[in-house]
C-alpha cells in the first residue's frame, strides 16, 4: 500500500512539473511573440510598407492645427502623438469635438451598473467624456482655451447630413445640444446649426493645417464628420489645409491589439487606397499619447486593448482624401447601431 501511495504521490508531482514547464514556456512564447522583433516576423510586408511610406513634413512652431474629432477619444487615437510633438515645437493646437460620446451604451450601462441606461445616464456619460477629453488634451499640452465641445447626437451625424430636417438623438432623446458646456446649448439638431457652429471654430481658429476623418473610415460619425468639414474647408478654399485619418479601420484593425509601442501602426484595410504619410514619434510622443488615452477612462474600462493599439511608433496621415466608399453607402439602421467611440 505504502508503495502504491508513494507512485501517485510522485505521479502527481511529476505531473506538477510538466505543467509548470508547459506554463514557463507559453508565457515566453506569448512574451517572443508580443516583442517588436518578433511581431516584425509576423508582418513583414505590412511592416515594410509603413517603412516605405513618405516622411510626413513636421509641424513647425508659428503653425495652427485644428484637430476635428468626432467623440471625445477620437483626438488622443488618430493623432495624440502628433499633437504632443507639435506642442513642443511650438505650433497652437485646437481641438473640436462633434459630438460628447453620449450614444456607447455598453459604457453607460457598464457606469451606471445597469442593463437599461437611462436617457439621463447617457447624457452623464456625456459630460463625462467631456471631462475626459479635456483631460487628454492637457495631456497632450492642449490649453484648455483651445478646446470647444458642439455637443451634437452621437450615432445621427450621417442622418444630420443627408436631411436639412432635425434629428432626434437616439440615445439621449433629445432634439437639442443638452450641454450647457458646448459652443451654442439648446441648439436643434439640424445640419445648419452644425455647420454655423463648426464653421465659426474654423473661422476663429484660421487653422493651417485641420486633422479630420477620412470618408474611408467605418464609422458612420466619422464619415459625417468628414463631409461637413470638407465642405466648410472647400467653401473657404481651405481643401488644401486638410489632413486625413482612419480609427475604424476594417476588421480587427489596429493589429496586433494590445500596448507595443516599439512596432509600427500598419495600414488599415478601409486605407489601403490612400497615399498615406508615416508621423514618426518619439520616445515623449508615446508617453503622452499613452497618458492621453488613460484620461479617457470610460472607454478604457471597456477597450483598452483596442485603444493601446494606436500607441506605436508612428501615426498615419493622408493628404489626400481619395475615393468615398463609406459616403451614403450605410441604411439608418446601420447608422443607428453606431455610437460612442
Not at 509576423?42 to 517603412?51: C, G, K, T
Not at 508659428?62 to 476635428?68: A, D, I, M, N, Y
Request: hydrophobic share 40%.
Amino acid at each position: 500500500m505504502r508503495g502504491s501511495g508513494s507512485r501517485r504521490q510522485f505521479g502527481t508531482r511529476r505531473r506538477d512539473w510538466v505543467l509548470g514547464a508547459l506554463l514557463l514556456v507559453a508565457l515566453a512564447l506569448a512574451y517572443a511573440i508580443n516583442a517588436a522583433s518578433a511581431l516584425v516576423v509576423l508582418y513583414p510586408r505590412a511592416v515594410a510598407a509603413v517603412h516605405a511610406l513618405p516622411a510626413l513634413p513636421a509641424i513647425r512652431a508659428g503653425q495652427t492645427v485644428l484637430v476635428v474629432s468626432p467623440h471625445p477619444d477620437d483626438e488622443s487615437l488618430c493623432c495624440g502623438g502628433l499633437i504632443a510633438g507639435a506642442v513642443q515645437a511650438g505650433a497652437q493646437v485646437y481641438v473640436v469635438w462633434v459630438t460628447s460620446g453620449d450614444g456607447f451604451e455598453l459604457d453607460s450601462a457598464l457606469l451606471d451598473r445597469t442593463l437599461r441606461p437611462r436617457l439621463g445616464a447617457t447624457q452623464k456619460l456625456g459630460r463625462r467624456r467631456m471631462d475626459e477629453g479635456a483631460a487628454a488634451a492637457a495631456a497632450l499640452g492642449v490649453p484648455a482655451g483651445h478646446l470647444t465641445f458642439l455637443g451634437y447626437p452621437d450615432g445621427a451625424l450621417l442622418r444630420m447630413w443627408r436631411s436639412p430636417d432635425p434629428v432626434r438623438s437616439p440615445h439621449t432623446g433629445t432634439l437639442r445640444v443638452p450641454y450647457t458646456r458646448a459652443l451654442s446649448p439648446g441648439a436643434v439638431y439640424t445640419a445648419l446649426n452644425l455647420r454655423r457652429d463648426l464653421g465659426s471654430v474654423l473661422d476663429r481658429v484660421r487653422p493651417d493645417l485641420v486633422l479630420l476623418p477620412s470618408t474611408s473610415d467605418a464609422h458612420p460619425d466619422h464619415v459625417a464628420t468628414s463631409l461637413f468639414t470638407q465642405a466648410l474647408l472647400g467653401e473657404r478654399g481651405w481643401s488644401s489645409r486638410a489632413r486625413y485619418w482612419i480609427v475604424h479601420g476594417g476588421l480587427e484593425w489596429p493589429v496586433p491589439k494590445g500596448l507595443h509601442e516599439s512596432f509600427p501602426l500598419l495600414i488599415s484595410p478601409r486605407g489601403v487606397h490612400l497615399p498615406w504619410h508615416r508621423a514618426d514619434l518619439d520616445q515623449q510622443d508615446e508617453d503622452q499619447k499613452l497618458d492621453a488615452l488613460k484620461a479617457h477612462g470610460s472607454q478604457m474600462m471597456v477597450m483598452r486593448r483596442f485603444m493601446e493599439a494606436f500607441v506605436r511608433s508612428n501615426e498615419l496621415i493622408t493628404l489626400k482624401d481619395t475615393g468615398n466608399p463609406a459616403d451614403g453607402t450605410k441604411s439608418e439602421e446601420e447608422d443607428r447601431g453606431y455610437g460612442g467611440f
